[in-house]
């Protein structure tokens, strides 16, 4: 990777060199050009949005999405505004004498995106003398690299610099790795081509990631980003045999700077040349591709005519070799391009070059803010998808909750609530039958134990027993969905949505002692209608029982009663026995005190039977109440206990996202707004 740098004495992080934009459209003094107060209140209103467009320091994907860096950049952009000093480049051809040194070195960085890229031999080639008798200089650039082992960074500069210049340089790369750069000095024709000091920074290539078949992503150094970003001119080179261009585009960061050179290590027909940068336009953004300048180069190319010239520079047959394997390496079209940028080519105003720096940066700016707004959008839907995700998850949780834990017995017709209650009437009514009105008379104080005994029977006991069970099954869901809720929250580790109230809030939903589903979660519905039954309908029908023994002991009595006194007056020959008063005589009075006695019994048989009845009768009510019982105490259950972390953390994501994507479009509206006003300002200076 390599670095050219044009300077000024300011440090290269506090600012973009104006350098970068000189491939911008420049106004002439002849042109109108836009108030200072609208670029001021532009930059001003740029500045404002940093804080809502950027994501907090520790949470920038890249340093390019670092708020501190930019804030300094917009800080140095309005103190250049507002500053009344000369500009620190002065363009009107070449550089005077007396200014000359008053400028930082020219700055172009060419990044190597693997060791196959070429960037070292690209360097090499520009940089090489094949005429000149001192092979020396030429084996010194080839062994750059073997001469600083374990740097990272090489800064190369000319020979002829002077020691002001030289101490410039060291501070033109800020952003540069500390204590793993170093200086070479080297005399080369190259940089004599241009009116300015040139610096080339050569980087270390970067860390490639590869799959089993194919390559993944390129690992781009913090550091880096900052360079390419703060250089007057990146040059970013690919090879497409080691590195996809799909990948190389999968980094927008890589392309930020304005003055973005992409060089691709390979020398197609010229006469698809056009139709290939068409191509690979077209699968960039509108924007990068606009700016961005795509040239084919083959370093590897025109390192060997070097080699070609140097071994017999007189003979006829090397030059030709030479002129035709450089020519058709195309490294010279890359020189071109850097002349292009570099090189001044029309006079401007003081008051233009403040401008076109100002905006320059500001559209930088404007830019990072877009990616970031972006990345923010996408990480806002992915949580919004994961939430719907759990959401169908709850949902089919509580529809399966209702099937399987009041699910039909193996060997049963209807579900598990009419089963049991069916099963339990079958046992008490072995019971019931056997309480005749000749056994009840004879057990009436017994009639409550007998029906609570029955009702308390383990037969009885069938479904308090399968859900104890399903308790099991429904605690085992509880933490699988817990685990879900924050494993979801861990995929998204930054706030809002993984903020430490959030955290708190379903911790302490977590250790609350109503969380734990117990065994008898479930079986209090069973538990109160059983108390029903053993309180309301048993007591009613063991006071029935007692009714009718009295009432059918008194009709018995009072007909025997009755019989015995016409019997009696019978024997004792008064004919019409002790009734005889009242007109009956004695057959009648026996008659009537047996009919008497009859009709008892037969009015005790009727209410006792009756009594059964309506029991059974309460015994339904209670069962249709204890099967609607169990599925609200079930759906409670799933709300308050199993489901409950999971609903709450879904429920407040929810509200994160739709409050984030609110501020998102606040942001990009006006982010249009500030885009809009820049595309105005822009056009003025054209």
């Given amino acids: ?12 992080r506090h ?9 911008l459209s420049h106004a002439t003094n002849s042109k109108t050009l836009p108030q200072r107060h609208e670029i001021l209140t532009l930059l001003h209103k740029t500045t404002s949005l940093l804080p809502r467009a950027l994501p907090p320091e520790e949470q920038a994907a890249n340093s390019t999405e670092s708020p501190k860096l930019w804030k300094e ?9 507002v500053s009344k000093e000369i500009p620190p480049v002065h363009i009107t051809g070449e550089l005077s004498p007396s200014r000359f040194w008053e400028h930082e070195l020219n700055s172009s960085v060419v990044y190597g995106l693997d060791q196959w890229s070429g960037a070292q031999d690209l360097v090499t080639a520009l940089l090489e003398e094949p005429l000149t008798s001192d092979q020396s200089l030429n084996e010194r650039i080839r062994s750059r690299w073997g001469t600083h082992p374990g740097q990272t960074t090489l800064r190369l500069s000319s020979a002829n610099i002077t020691p002001s210049l030289s101490r410039s340089k060291q501070n033109c790369s800020r952003s540069l790795p500390a204590n793993k750069d170093s200086e070479f000095h080297v005399s080369s024709s190259f940089f004599q081509q241009f009116p300015f000091p040139l610096q080339i920074v050569e980087l270390s290539p970067s860390i490639i990631q590869r799959s089993r078949n194919s390559v993944s992503s390129v690992v781009v150094t913090p550091e880096t980003y900052d360079a390419l970003l703060e250089a007057d001119v990146s040059v970013i080179l690919c090879n497409p045999l080691t590195t996809p261009i799909s990948v190389l585009l999968r980094d927008p960061c890589l392309f930020r700077n304005p003055n973005t050179i992409l060089v691709v290590t390979s020398t197609p027909p010229k006469s698809n040349l056009e139709d290939l940068r068409t191509n690979l336009s077209e699968i960039l953004p509108e924007k990068t591709a606009r700016r961005l300048k795509i040239y084919f180069v083959d370093p590897f190319r025109a390192v060997a005519a070097n080699e070609v010239l140097k071994s017999d520079f007189q003979s006829p047959i090397a030059i030709q070799r030479y002129q035709d394997d450089y020519n058709g390496s195309q490294v010279s079209s890359v020189l071109d391009a850097f002349k292009e940028i570099i090189s001044p080519k029309a006079e401007f105003s003081e008051s233009s070059l403040r401008y076109q ?16 707004l972006h990345r923010v959008r996408h990480e806002t839907d992915s949580v919004a998808v994961d939430v719907c995700a759990l959401k169908a998850r709850l949902e089919e949780a509580k529809v399966k909750a209702q099937g399987e ?29 056997r309480l005749t009105w000749w056994k009840m008379i004879w057990r009436v104080d017994e009639i ?21 069970l399903q308790t099991g099954r429904l605690s085992v869901l509880q933490d699988e969905i817990t685990k879900s809720m924050f494993s979801l929250l861990a995929a998204h580790p930054h706030p809002p949505f993984n903020s430490a109230i959030l955290q708190n809030l379903l911790q302490q939903l977590v250790a609350s002692p109503s969380f734990r589903v117990m065994p008898r979660t479930l079986i209090h519905p069973i538990d109160m209608r059983r108390g029903q039954i053993i309180e309301h309908p048993t007591t009613r029908l063991h006071l029935t029982a007692q009714r009718v023994t009295l009432r059918i002991g008194g009709g018995i009595a009072a007909g025997a009663g009755l019989g015995w006194a016409g019997w009696l007056g019978w024997l004792a020959g008064t004919g019409e026995g002790l009734l005889g008063v009242v007109g009956l005589d004695a057959g009648t009075a026996m008659s009537l005190g047996l009919l008497i006695a009859v009709m008892s019994v037969r009015w005790g ?77 822009d056009q003025s200076l054209q």
């Fill in 1 to 12: 990777m390599l670095i050219c740098r044009v300077g000024h004495t300011h440090t290269a």
């Fill in 15 to 23: 600012r973009v060199s104006w350098f970068i934009y000189r491939s």
């Fill in 73 to 81: 950049i917009l800080s140095k952009t309005y103190t250049d505004l």
């Fill in 357 to 372: 720096t100002a905006l320059a940066r500001i559209r930088a700016a404007l830019t990072t803010y877009q990616a970031a």
């Fill in 405 to 433: 834990v009041l699910s039909r017995f193996s060997d049963g017709e209807g579900d598990a609530v009419t089963a049991a209650l069916d099963l339990a009437a079958k046992e008490i009514r072995v019971v019931m039958d």
């Fill in 448 to 468: 409550s134990l007998l029906i609570t005994q029955a009702v308390l029977q383990p037969g009885c006991r069938t479904l308090e027993q399968q859900l104890v």
């Fill in 605 to 681: 048989v009727g209410k006792w039977e009756r009594a059964k009845r309506r029991w059974w009768e309460d015994w339904d009510r209670v069962g249709n109440g204890l099967a609607r019982d169990l599925r609200t105490t079930l759906d409670q259950a799933m709300q308050n206990k199993v489901l409950v972390v999971a609903e709450t953390g879904c429920e407040k994501l929810s509200e994160i996202t739709a409050q984030r994507r609110s501020e998102i479009e606040e942001v990009e509206e006006e982010l249009d707004t500030l885009q809009a006003t820049l595309d105005h300002l």
